[in-house]
């Protein structure tokens, strides 16, 4: 029987099935890079099954359990689609069979029923399979001890001795020689060894690694962690300043998944055997960070490229470290001090480099808790807003968390921002936003009747960049339209009068995030400390990092993607330089803005370089809730109130670079962009403002 008349004998419900599985299997493959086997798999993806339309781990369970052996069940935080994997082909395959287009019923968490399409799948996303690629610096070497040397190792820990050398943490039990690790203060004190140094039975071993050429130090530090299926370690970075380069973890007892983040977005996962050792130097160890997900088994491709579940057995892991000693570790301290201060940038590539550093990358990092503390519209902007006439096209370039995106209802608006998560945050909130550059909207030309830009010119950190932003906002606006430009000022206080920003230390005589009212990206808190690399592996009890990254590093629910991309190509000038998300690589935050041509052969004043000369002049860091000192400087934002970075919570101060305004200086800009005019200046509450009105 040709396939041609099998088709045909389907009846309709059948045709109209095999078509929404085939919708549901081509959104999937475009959206998450899931693909379908063709060939039967223990694997199964389930449609319509994930945490995200409101389906619990044990209602799948209970549905898919009836068929045979479930191994392994994973849902990701804020997906559609469920994995179920079985111990036999068998069982998945009945259960593809007899589930294949059936429905939940509705319950309290779920409105409606969810109808499941289930396929074989032979691919997983990042994360839950392993990567082939490796973070620069990392290596493994596979069965770098013996059996033998396994179970010498193995015995050499004795778990019931010595309380205070042996902690048992919420996710896992640990151990430590030489030096203990502090967890409180992520940190070791070399003054205060401990009575047992690394176990003699490691001797060998270490000679060996040393002799691999990737490890330059003796260790003199060991913690043994010891994992139950289950269990897994928060992503986190090494403390930096505690431990030399080369890290060295030995896998002992069982494989797992280790997962790697690097602050860009990017994550990979690297598959660690039992007997295996890894290596991190350079990059891997500095700037990526490393975590295990808390899950019974792993999902790795068998050699003729099945994937198969693997249970996880306890694992023992033993990492090498070498400690700086004090005395070394200040002198590096105060060189790094002085050698990687941030300075105000005299061209336009050191300008992206600072603001992909000290803006664009923080507010990656600081998305959510930012958010969590901009609520209250300032009045003067709401009033703007609400004065535009019924049905205008509003466009919001720097929207944040898209807080004057619901103003006035009756405009047709849409939010851009250059952070990603931000913009995540303006759909959840069900607005419509994309990511962009201010310097290179993609917006066409001349289609706003209006747009504002509150907050955003002043992370720009040269006047050619500042003109073109303005320059931008003017390019869309259709002639007659205005622009609402908001800036932060250099003056705090102007005739005796304080801002609100300067206030808030009066308040309760600590800075605070309660300061709301003084959005615009300024209200920040602060520390007056330098942020620091920090070991993270805390284990108070929250494990979240991990599953945040997968939350934040897929790519966004299929609906509210084609939604949000449909509305950005009708509006959307061909011809404009915008910043596309390059889904297949997943690197959100490392899109760059297009040509900057506009910029380097403009015949803008170059204020900068001329103002400078050629002395690199240092960013000081600004003390939070006092006056501005200069205006080129870096404010820092600090995580509060158990807030966690995105990437996992490593560094818990920030520091933006902001150039803050003085008076007149918007106007000025203002007059370096032709065809357009300043209709109305001021200042409210520690900012500079202009209506701008296209000609
Ligand atoms: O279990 C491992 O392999 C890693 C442990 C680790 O990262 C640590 O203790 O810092
Ligand atoms: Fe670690």
Known sequence: MSAQSTVSKLSKSDRKLQKKIAKSQRTLLKHEGIETSEKTTKIL?????????????????????????????????????????????DSAERAMNQLNGTSLPETSSRKQSATLYIFFVSKVPVGLSPSPDLPPGLVVRTDFVTEEEERAFLSAVDWGSSPGERSELKHRQVKHFGFEFKYGINDVDADDPLPQGIPPVCSNFLQRALATGHVTHYPDQLTVNQYQPGQGIPSHIDTGPAFEDSIMSLSLGSQVLMDFHHPDGRQLS?????????????ESRYVWSHGITPRKSDIVPSAEGNLNVVPRAVRTSFTFRKIILPAERRRREAQQGSENRPTIPVSSSEAEKLETHHVHQVYEEIASHFSGTRHSPWPRISEFLLKQPPGSLMADIGCGNGKYLGINKSLYQIGSDRSFKLTEICRERGFQAFVADVLSVPLRSESFDVCICIAVIHHLSTEERRIHAISELVRVLRPGGQALVY????????????????????????????????????GCEQTGEDSKQQHISDDSGDISSNSKHQECDVVKSDNSCQWTERQTTEICDENSHGIRQNSDSKMKTQTHFGDNKQLDSSNLPNKSSEQYGKQPKELVVHKNRTNFQQQDLLVPWQLKGGARSEAGGGEQVFHRFYHVFQRGELERLCGHVTGCQVVNGYYDQGNWAVILQKM
Not at 49 to 72: I, Q, R, T
Not at 272 to 280: A, E, K, T, V, Y
Not at 491 to 520: A, C, M
Request: hydrophobic letters at 35%; aromatic letters at 10%; charged letters at 25%.
């Open 45 to 89: 993806c389930v449609n319509n099954a994930g945490l995200d339309v409101g389906v619990s781990y044990d209602e799948v369970h209970e549905v898919f359990n009836p068929f045979g052996k479930v191994d392994e069940i994973i849902m990701l935080p804020k997906k559609p689609y469920a994995f179920v994997c079985y111990q036999d082909l």
């Open 270 to 282: 690297v598959l660690l055997p039992p007997r295996s050792l890894l290596i991190m130097t350079g």
């Open 487 to 522: 800036v932060w000022a250099m003056e705090q206080e102007i005739n005796k009068v304080k801002s609100k920003y300067l206030k808030e230390k009066e308040f309760d005589g600590s800075p605070s995030v309660r300061d709301d009212s003084n959005s615009h990206g300024n």
